[in-house]
């Protein structure tokens, strides 16, 4: 046993100014302000969120694999992002169900780039469940995770924006059974040591990116995983298990 714990907008007529060597036109007063009521929608919101993005798209090839394989895709939480914070086909989700019918949860939901949700939903259905069924547990829950976020790598001044700006990383601090037993990814409890050494495993042979207990003091409790391309596939595992 593990042990761990529109407004509208009203509009106005332009009325152009009159010369005074053009005795046969006659300016006619202003008619009164049209009735709010009766004003034309605008196309955007009182927020400033445009028309078209209020109304749901199409979902794209990545999205529905994602909702056949099980993803239940949730209205996004985030507005539309531009420049170095722009997600690529952003999922928003929490939960998924697995073959069996089972579900497994997300301790909240996250919003990331479509590619990397499919790639987490394989490692948890593929990977984390088989895993938990070894230690004789069936999995109910990712605990300390966390998605988008338009900030530099570690919220550093100065330093390079963050896979998290752009969708492309998940962090995560541990696992939560159905019997109430909890994994955290940090720390040495025994009883747990296979477990965490099991999820290393499969987590750096999955992701391009691993960083967790042991990489720095900004992973100290959790894990960060993310699917950044590098030049000739490097990739970077580092988590220490104790």
Known sequence: MF????????????????????PARVLAPLPPPRPSRLAPQADSTANGNSLEQRVPAVPSTCIRAFEE??????PSQNGASTGECAIEDPVTF????MPDGSRIELDSAITVRCSLALEVLAW????????ARQENARLAKLTGVGGYACRSRNADTGAPISEH???NALDV???LMQDGRAVAFAGQEPLSRSMRDAVQKSVCQRFATVLGPGADSSHKDHLHLDMRQRSRGFRICQWTVE
Request: hydrophobic share 40%; glycine share 18%; net charge neutral.
């Open 3 to 22: 042990g761990f714990g529109a407004l509208a907008r009203d509009s106005q007529a332009k009325v152009q100014g009159v010369s005074q060597s053009d």
């Open 69 to 74: 394989s099980g993803g239940f895709v949730l």
């Open 94 to 97: 929490q939960r998924l169900t």
């Open 124 to 131: 948890i259905r593929d990977d984390l469940a088989a895993l």
């Open 165 to 167: 700006a752009s969708g």
């Open 173 to 175: 601090g541990g696992l």
